[in-house]
């Protein structure tokens, strides 16, 4: 079997680890980045907290001694079910199986004001593009005198109140509290406020009242200021426009509202559902196709317990790969037992705002704590599921180093060179 998976996220690289060294299947690993991404980490390496490799993990050396599993750095521009070909930058592939897993990426819901100005922070790429930029914002504001100016240059308003905006505008609230004022004694910092816009009554809506209600009160805690029930309707780049016709000066606006499927051209548009998200059945088998797949983020399945689709965590992601290749080996192996429906055993939801404040939901027995214990147990949870031990070594050691000392050291400003220099003229000669 000649296996194409698109996509190195949590979906894709569990398929194609589950495959790995499976004599009966070829797989070709394609992705436009070379290495996997962590993405709950994305905002710790836009705040400075952790440095990008700390985060993301080569593919090729995860597959260095693997005897059917092959990567390829490559842009897909379409896919052809008919000729059963992925149409890609760097030429066409063939395939027996194909699977999409692809992912998502930031959804500005047709605003494109707000695609041009404010910063997304779904990638690795993203999150050093926008700690570059609130580091230069610090340095530009030591040249300003004007106190409206100034306000504007080192405000912030982060919109969407999920786990990226609550986990983003906590950190952003640690730096400035604990770790601006002595980096920038010149700049009062008094001036600085963090906003969280959340359209909807509640920060962590998907999370139960007691994690909504104590996101809320330690958001608070580190002076965040917390707005629910209201809706961004505008950014120009340097005010943020309500939908009470309000403004906020701010020259940084990161956006965690919302998230579409990087869907490729050549699926049946009418199979594409709210979100950017292709339809598939139980199997993840792409409807009204043989032998096309979709897993993780990017995919669209109808079950009793979630009739409007799974929701879009890296949980979910990695179970459907893992589900996908258990039904691909029994077939491989002549297997004539009934494939077997996937359902997500939703294990619990967790996010943290800061230093000893996080909050943890589990269903099943029902519970739920917050603090110091929720905090360790994030920690923890990040720590086994990040790729590679070395990885686990400098993310424990960078956090057990800010823990004490309430800093991180990783406020690097790289600015571009120019790599042709204009050459000194000779002396002349005498």
């Known amino acids: 079997m000649k296996m194409v998976i698109i996509g190195g996220g949590f979906a894709g690289l569990k398929l194609a680890r589950s495959l790995n060294n499976r004599q009966d299947v070829e797989v070709l690993l394609i ?54 070909q992925v149409i890609t930058d760097i030429g066409s592939f063939n395939y027996d199986v194909l699977v999409l897993a692809m992912g998502a990426g930031t959804n500005f819901f047709g605003n494109a004001a707000l695609e041009a100005n404010a910063y997304p922070m779904k990638s690795t790429t993203e999150a050093l593009q926008l700690r570059h930029h609130l580091i230069q914002n610090l340095e530009d504001a030591l040249a300003l005198s004007n106190s409206t100016d100034l306000h504007r240059k080192l405000n912030i308003v982060v919109v969407g109140g999920g786990p990226t905006g609550v986990e983003v505008s906590g950190a952003l609230a640690e730096m400035r509290n604990n770790i601006l004022p002595k980096d920038y004694p010149e700049l009062d910092f008094s001036n600085m406020d963090i906003y969280l816009l959340e359209g909807s009554p509640n920060t962590l809506g998907n999370m139960s009242e007691k994690s909504r209600s104590q996101s809320k009160k330690y958001l608070e805690k580190l002076m965040v200021k917390v707005r629910t029930n209201t809706v961004v309707q505008n950014y120009d780049g340097s005010d943020v426009t309500l939908n009470d016709g309000t403004t906020i000066p ?37 409807l009204n196709t ?32 893992k589900n996908l290749a258990k039904n691909l080996l ?12 996937f359902e997500y055993k939703d294990k619990g939801s967790l996010a943290t705002v800061g230093r000893n404040l996080a909050v943890v939901d589990i269903p099943k027995p029902k519970i739920h704590f917050g603090g110091f214990f929720a905090w360790v ?38 600015k571009e060179f120019d790599r042709h220099p204009i050459p000194k003229k000779a002396a002349p000669q005498s």
């Open 250 to 286: 701010a020259s940084t606006v990161i956006w965690a509202a919302g998230i579409k499927g990087n869907v490729p051209e050549g699926i049946d548009p009418t199979l594409i559902v709210r979100g950017n998200r292709i339809k598939v059945d139980r199997f993840n088998k792409v």
């Open 31 to 84: 992705d436009r980045f070379n290495y996997h991404q962590f993405q709950p980490l994305f905002y710790q390496v836009a705040t400075g907290g952790l440095d990008a490799s700390n985060i993301s993990f080569p593919l090729r050396k995860v597959f260095q001694e693997s005897k059917n599993v092959r990567f390829r750095l490559a842009e897909v521009q379409k896919i052809d079910t008919g000729s059963q």
């Open 330 to 341: 029994a077939q491989l192996k002549g297997s004539t037992a009934p494939w077997t429906q």
């Open 377 to 414: 147990f994030w920690m923890v949870l990040h720590l086994l599921l990040i790729v590679g031990v070395k990885n686990r070594l400098q993310i424990f050691v960078n956090w057990i180093y800010k823990y004490f000392t309430y800093d991180q050291s990783l406020r690097l400003l790289f």
């Open 290 to 321: 043989n032998n096309v797949y979709a897993i993780g983020d990017i995919s669209y399945m109808e079950t009793p317990l979630f009739p409007h689709g799974h929701p879009q965590v890296a949980n979910v992601a990695v179970n459907q790969g």
